[in-house]
T-cell receptor
């Protein structure tokens, strides 16, 4: 079974540009999470999808960030326009349908975003 | 306001010795705690967890201890092996919210196991 995959692995853009990150969860996993780690800091929650619905988007920093999960499969996270403070590693995680909070979230390898 | 704190950014331990990684939390609503391990260029992988109804959970070389009154947990690795060298994240989950909820992570502790 394939794990959580993320694309690209690394993205370098200039301030003001747009970047779209993609996450493919484990097949059949209805729960999908986005997290971000700014260098040296904690891994911070951004938002949680259940299928195509946003269950919790309390961690989204501002309206420059837009997450979508059309069809309840893969998800995209768009940053537009990117700012310097958006640099960090963006992780995606997934959990099976009906997953409880005591179940393990499976993380992807992350996308390292560098905004110059 | 950081609700899960790992105050030691790094730790170096000799192979065969015990590694002890610490974590403190401030939110009384947390009642499920996890440790994740992360290698460079990889995502975090689940290591071990503990529910607040327990004070200890053991899995092979890994044991997690929970002190609820002190809002403190620790991860013990015995014996430490070079392959354990990684960044360890403490994470917490709040009491039942109706669905599989988000995790709140600490800043991580980089463990280096030397030969």
């Amino acid at each position: 079974e394939a794990g959580v995959t993320q694309f690209p692995s690394h993205s370098v853009i200039e301030k003001g540009q747009t970047v779209t990150l993609r996450c493919d969860p484990i097949s059949g996993h209805d729960n999908l999470y986005w997290y971000r780690r700014v260098m040296g800091k904690e891994i911070k929650f951004l938002l949680h999808f259940v299928k195509e619905s946003k269950q919790d988007e309390s961690g989204m920093p501002n309206n420059r960030f837009l997450a979508e999960r059309t069809g309840g499969t893969y998800s995209t996270l768009k940053v537009q326009p990117a700012e310097l403070e958006d640099s960090g590693v963006y992780f995606c995680a997934s959990l099976p349908r009906g997953g409880k909070r005591t179940d393990t979230q499976y993380f992807g390898p992350g996308t390292r975003l560098t905004v110059l | 306001d950081q609700q899960v704190k790992q105050n030691s950014p790094s730790l170096s331990v000799q192979e065969g010795r015990i590694s002890i990684l610490n974590c403190d939390y401030t939110n009384s609503m947390f009642d499920y705690f996890l440790w994740y391990k992360k290698y460079p260029a990889e995502g975090p992988t689940f290591l071990i967890s503990i529910s607040s109804i327990k004070d200890k959970n053991e899995d092979g070389r890994f044991t997690v201890f929970l002190n609820k009154s002190a809002k403190h947990l620790s991860l013990h690795i015995v014996p430490s092996q070079p392959g354990d060298s990684a960044v360890y994240f403490c994470a917490a989950s709040p009491k039942y919210t109706g669905t599989a909820s988000k995790l709140t992570f600490g800043t991580g502790t980089r463990l280096q196991v030397t030969l």
